[in-house]
């Protein structure tokens, strides 16, 4: 288990954007250049990370689509996540103190994976989701916040028995990062703040990435890569 925290404590510290971070990104990962990886964004604004450490890398880029599970009474509270495979992660406390229902939780993981598949089949056009046993597989997002999707997608990602499952990511809370670090083989963070609040405060540009910019990019890396 590997961390690589470049910098941790609470001082300013911010990145361009998501293309800036993922070359940074890139460069704390060039050890597994060459070595037939497969970087999976997640969706969407892991994507334009993942895109630039795949290129630098020379690895396949894809993506791994979770979805968080809102509270019933609170949508803007995740109680949860739900990942392609599929995985589902609980935040049991959050459960308990809101009283939701077994039956509650069924309804919203139902409708969140519908939305699931429906984002799988946008990105995808029809593909089969990448081959990943046996593989170092390498998971990039812009930042964590809580981890409840990064877990998801994690525990669905591990059911298919990759050789080596990499986490990577420019920003997240070193709580965060000593959690997850548990469940990877390696975990790459290059800033660790003291104080996390929003992962959008640690970039200048933080704008918003559609859907469609997702299934562009992902388009364009295909026809560069000749698949």
């Known amino acids: 288990m590997t961390h690589v925290p470049l910098e941790i404590g609470s001082r300013s510290r911010t990145f361009t954007d998501r293309r800036a971070a993922g070359r ?21 604004g892991g994507v334009p990370v993942a895109e630039e450490v795949a290129r630098v890398l020379g690895a396949r880029l894809d993506v791994w689509v979770v979805r968080k599970l809102g509270a019933p009474v609170q949508p803007e509270l995740g109680m949860g996540a739900i990942a392609e495979g599929p995985a589902v992660v609980l935040d049991r406390s959050i459960v308990r103190g809101l009283g939701v229902s077994r039956a509650q939780i069924f309804e919203v993981a139902r409708r969140e994976m519908a939305e699931v598949r429906r984002r799988v089949e946008r990105f995808r056009k029809g593909r089969d ?36 499952l990499v986490l990577a990511v420019p920003v997240a809370s ?3 990062v000593a959690s997850l670090a548990q469940e990877v083989d390696e975990l790459v963070c290059l800033f660790q703040p003291v104080r996390m609040y ?30």
Request: aromatic letters at 4%; proline letters at 4%; charged letters at 30%.
């Open 174 to 176: 070193p709580d965060i």
């Open 24 to 44: 940074e990104l890139a460069r704390a990962l060039i050890h597994h250049a060459g070595t037939n990886a497969l970087v999976l964004g997640l969706p969407r």
């Open 198 to 227: 929003a992962i959008g405060l640690w970039y200048e540009d933080f704008r918003q990435v559609s859907d469609a910019e997702v299934a562009r990019i992902l388009r364009a890396h295909d026809e560069e890569r000749g698949e």
């Open 129 to 164: 989701a990448p081959a990943v046993e046996g593989r170092t597989v390498i998971l990039v997002d812009d930042g964590i916040a809580t981890g409840g999707t990064t877990r998801a997608a994690i525990h669905a990602i591990k059911k298919r028995r990759p050789l080596r």
